[in-house]
């Protein structure tokens, strides 16, 4: 009896020794795939905030409560079941499904940046006629439109990152890095929202010091926000970019990605800091690389959104709703508010 005691608890404890060792690999897989996956949860949380600009400041956490449940829907619902069955029967359909997310990066990229020194930058201010639940729910809706996207290629990522894993590892993994970002994207989303509100609060106060910090919040806001716009702009050619090479390499043309790894060999070598360098010139050489693909994807999509019938028609789809949350219809700038 004794020895079979003994053996039970030594199948115990092996088991617990694997049990360990799963919640390590998860852990390290979940870290691993988030990380690589950090250029597009950047940009996903410099996007959001502008949805909510200029929305009344009582509602602007409710919306985005509403973007990240709808946010954390796609992602446990829709995107982690149509992977894991991708994965399972077709694997080799994810290195295109991820170059088409990188291209699309480099798309998105490329053009705020030609926007940024070629675009015009009209802002008119319409007359608040019209607000309510319908303008709030079309913002939402745009919102959570958007971030699918991002959410795609957030887990395409991921799940690239832990192909090697067995089917449930990957699931429990894409499961943890979903939740995760999710939480992390629109906290800091909301953070960034209820800043300046934070700043008038401590502004009030009869501390000095409190004074100071508000008027500071309040006062860099428009720089922060311009700085997060910034990081994630280049986080998408940079994440584009280097998904781009990669997968270029993988299909069999080696050339551009070589020619990244021959310009980082000088700077690898440099003590202390070269494997920083050796990095730096290849994100360096990706979001160069990014750029050029979407200014190439530019040049082909522009001409035919002008034709084709989903295509925009004047580039102001989102700037209507960002004002029909904050009460605006641009449709109708001489409508009486009495109606």
């Known amino acids: 009896m004794s020895g079979g005691l003994v053996a ?36 996903d949380a410099a996007v959001t905030p502008q949805y909510v ?76 006629v019209e607000r309510g639940p319908d303008a709030e729910s079309k913002v939402v809706k745009g919102a959570i439109t958007t971030d699918f996207i ?41 953070l960034i929202v209820k800043m300046d509100d934070i700043g008038l609060h401590l502004a009030k106060k009869d501390s000095a010091g409190s004074q100071r910090i508000g ?4 006062k860099g806001m428009p720089a922060v926000l311009a700085a997060i716009t910034f990081v994630g702009t280049i986080a998408m050619l940079w994440v584009g970019g280097h998904i781009m090479l990669v997968g270029a390499s993988d299909l069999g043309w080696h050339a551009p990605y070589d020619l990244v790894h021959t310009l980082e060999h000088p700077f690898a070598g440099v003590a ?35 034709v084709l019938p989903f295509g925009k028609k004047d580039g102001h789809e989102d700037g209507d709703s960002r004002a029909a949350a904050a009460g605006h219809n641009p449709e109708k700038p001489d409508a009486d508010p009495a109606g």
């Open 8 to 43: 039970l608890l030594d199948d115990v404890a092996a088991l617990a020794r694997i049990a360990a060792a799963s919640v390590d690999d998860i852990a390290a897989g979940a870290a691993k795939a988030g990380a690589k996956a950090a250029g597009v949860v950047i940009d």
């Open 53 to 128: 600009s200029g929305a009344d400041p009582s509602r602007e956490l409710p919306m985005i409560k509403k973007i990240f449940w709808g946010s954390l829907r796609n992602k446990l619902l829709f995107i982690l079941p149509a992977l894991l069955l991708i994965s399972a029967f077709i694997p080799g359909v994810i290195p295109f499904i991820l170059m088409l997310g990188g291209t699309y990066l480099c798309y998105e990229g490329a053009e705020k940046v030609w926007h940024k020194f070629f675009g015009h930058h009209e802002d008119k201010e319409a007359p608040a």
């Open 150 to 190: 991002l959410s795609c290629e957030i887990m395409v990522i991921s799940m690239n990152e832990v192909g090697d894993a067995s089917i449930w590892v990957r699931a429990v993994i894409l499961v943890v890095v979903a939740i995760a970002i999710t939480i992390l994207v629109y906290g800091a989303v909301g």
């Open 215 to 218: 008027g500071l919040l309040v």
């Open 272 to 306: 202390v800091v070269g494997g920083f360098l050796a990095w730096l010139v290849n994100t360096l050489c990706s979001a160069i690389v990014g750029l050029a693909w979407g200014l190439v994807v530019m040049a082909i999509l522009h001409p035919l959104k002008k």
